[in-house]
């Protein structure tokens, strides 16, 4: 098992690296860079200071020199300076970690909340109106963009009740109701869409334990239908959702652009989507390598959790 | 006695896609839902293709006499802010959406297949390399890299359907890549060596369609997956540009900004991307059914 939890984590490495890799050549191909950028529409525009300021920013050194700088300061985790507001990355990032980190937690609630009975309902009541109601929910769920949720969620509080979610973010801790009137609305339009992923997956999973054998013995011991989906079924059809659930958590975490937009919300999705549109290099690296980094970390952590969970899967 | 054991071994020595139920009738009687699904993808490629015919309006014509008019008889879904008639550009828009879907799924689906088949074949070394160049783009943020490739190459169908095909090859090479490891040590692959059969051979005629089920199952799912993205790329200003009817990019702008006093600008063209997605992922699902139900998690 040590040798097998080793293997895994030496192996992030090359996956990062190549990460590093595709986000350092990819943004150097996107045509213009920040001093274009920055420049563009400013009046003050000549050579000599676009040199300047790319001297100043190291966009004049060869290509590899740049790369390796950078790489040697993310393994001492240091991400260095934005090039765009000249602040710490690990700054801009914290401050948009805690929106986006507060969304996907909340999302996560609702989507277990209500996947995991709805699953199970679906799959108890296999092929009855019970299970079409669920899996029409569950599909529409996977077809309705989040971002239209949102614009209805909006055109209903206007219309019915006259209101509208306040704009701006509050801490938790500093107004929780502000943040909750906030943030419930993003975390049930994006908790929807999740809950039908891992609903799905609950459905197809229970639907293969409950014709396992040891689920009829445990019939036949005259067990009640509850204590077996509880205690039998349940707790052995939990580890494909929770593979669902870690992955569709890490994708939350930068993945959410359009729904962030929809919603005004300043979150990570945002900062991708800004710091593209700037060419603001050092920061979309940071945040590729973080987002990525979490996809990994989930990944691996999940498949540790199954043989935690499971004393059947041993990993050599 | 021999000729039924022949028959037999004829039946399952075919590739799984051939034994899928053939009449549509025995289809929608098993499974309701993939049948509406189905009926709902046959309106949609109607409209796409019987547009020029039965659209009411041109789809680009405006008309600032009726700017924002609500659902008449005249314009039964509405106007929008230019007067264009809403029905008429979601006909067109269906269209957009059919062609960026099919085409990025298909090419998505198929060069994801086929790495995948051609990493399991060859194993070792190579299946390793694929396998972590593979890993790489699953951890690499989808956004990111659509975002990139319109950035790189510009807003427009042939990029948007580029942008949506690259995050969805690394997806399928994985699926396509595990059913190809066991279709590998079956005999019959053996023997197609032992005749003598090159490896493109072996992989394009014995092995591809013998994982035919789970790559139809990845491409109609991907259908549905690519209208939405389009639409999401579409909904940024990162895809289809105007004024060429898209529906992500009928919900951009006006339909927002003016959502509280004309609100079935908004409405209408969220309700057709739902719909279109929700109609392929129930015939995806059916058709994920039918052909393998060992693969219900899929």
């Known amino acids: ?316 | 006695m021999n000729v039924a054991v022949d028959a037999h071994l004829e039946v399952t020595a075919q590739p799984v896609w051939y034994r899928w139920p053939v009449s549509l009738g025995s289809f929608a009687r098993r499974w309701p839902l993939g049948a509406a699904g189905m009926v709902i993808i046959v309106l949609m490629l109607a409209s796409a293709v019987l547009a020029p015919w039965i659209a009411p309006y041109d789809p680009l014509e405006t008309d600032f006499a009726a700017q924002f008019s609500p659902p008449t008889t005249a314009h039964w879904l509405g106007t929008d802010g230019f007067g264009r008639d809403l029905l008429s550009r979601l006909m067109y828009g269906s269209r957009t959406a059919l062609l960026i879907g099919f085409v990025a799924a298909f090419s998505g689906a198929t060069l994801g297949a086929i790495l995948g088949v051609a990493s399991a074949y060859c194993g070792g070394h190579i299946d390793l390399m694929v396998q972590r160049l593979v890993d790489m783009f699953l951890a690499f943020p989808i956004i990111i890299l659509a975002l990139a490739v319109v950035s790189i190459l510009g807003t427009g169908i042939s990029n948007v359907i580029l942008a949506i095909t690259l995050p969805m090859i690394p997806n399928c090479t994985r699926v396509v890549r595990s059913s190809a490891l066991a279709v590998r040590v079956m005999p019959y692959v053996e023997s197609a060596h032992a005749a003598g059969c090159g490896s493109a051979r072996v992989v394009f005629r014995h092995m591809l369609p013998n994982v035919m089920a789970p790559y139809l199952i990845m491409l109609t799912a991907y259908v549905g997956q690519a209208i939405l993205l389009e639409a999401s790329l579409s909904f940024l200003g990162l895809g289809v540009a105007e004024p060429t009817p898209a529906w992500g990019l009928m919900l951009r702008g006006a339909a927002v900004e003016f959502a509280e006093s004309a609100p079935w600008m908004a409405i209408f063209p969220g309700l057709a991307i739902s719909l279109g997605v929700f109609a392929f992922n129930l015939f995806g699902d059916a058709l994920r059914d039918a052909i393998d139900p060992k693969l219900r998690t899929l």
């Not at chain 1, 790319?54 to 700088?69: M, S």
């Not at chain 1, 054998?213 to 067990?223: F, M, V």
């Not at chain 1, 996809?295 to 990993?315: C, H, K, Q, S, T």
Request: charged content about 15%; overall charge positive.
């Open chain 1, 1 to 316: 098992m040590h040798r097998y939890i080793l293997h895994r984590l030496l192996l992030m490495i090359p996956t990062l690296l190549g990460v590093a890799v595709i986000v350092f050549v990819l943004m150097r191909v996107i045509p213009g860079d920040i001093v274009e950028m920055r420049f563009a529409e400013g009046r003050f525009f000549n050579q000599e200071l676009v040199e300047k300021e790319r001297a100043r920013l190291g966009l004049d050194r060869p290509l590899w020199r740049q790369f390796v700088d950078w790489l040697w300061g993310v393994a001492r985790l240091d991400f260095g300076l934005s090039m765009w507001s000249g602040g710490p990355i690990r700054h801009e990032i914290a401050i948009r970690l805690q929106l986006s980190l507060q969304l996907a937690l909340m999302a996560t609630v609702v989507a277990i909340l209500l996947a995991i009975p709805l699953g199970t309902v679906a799959a108890l009541w296999q092929d009855t109106w019970i299970d079409y109601v669920v899996r029409v929910f569950s599909i529409a769920g996977l077809a309705t963009p989040s971002f239209w949720l949102g614009i209805l969620m909006f055109l209903c509080f206007l219309i019915i009740f006259q209101w509208i979610p306040p704009m701006v973010f509050t801490p938790f801790w500093q107004d929780p109701w502000q943040n909750l009137a906030q943030m419930t609305w993003p975390a049930l339009a994006v908790g929807y869409r999740y809950s039908a992923v891992a609903a799905r997956m609950t459905r197809a999973a229970m639907l293969e334990v409950l014709r396992e054998d040891y689920i009829r013995t445990a019939r036949a011991k005259g067990l009640g239908q509850g204590r077996i989906v509880r205690h039998h079924a349940l707790k052995n059809a939990m580890l494909p959702v929770l593979t669902v659930i870690g992955l569709e958590f890490a994708f939350l975490l930068g993945g959410l652009v359009v729904t962030e937009q929809v919603f005004n919300l300043n979150g990570l999705g945002l900062l991708f989507v800004q710091s593209v549109a700037r060419r603001d290099y050092t920061l979309v690296q940071a945040l590729v390598l973080l987002t990525a980094s979490v996809y990994i970390v989930v990944n691996f952590g999940v498949d540790l959790l199954y043989a935690w969970l499971d004393p059947r899967i041993r990993y050599q």
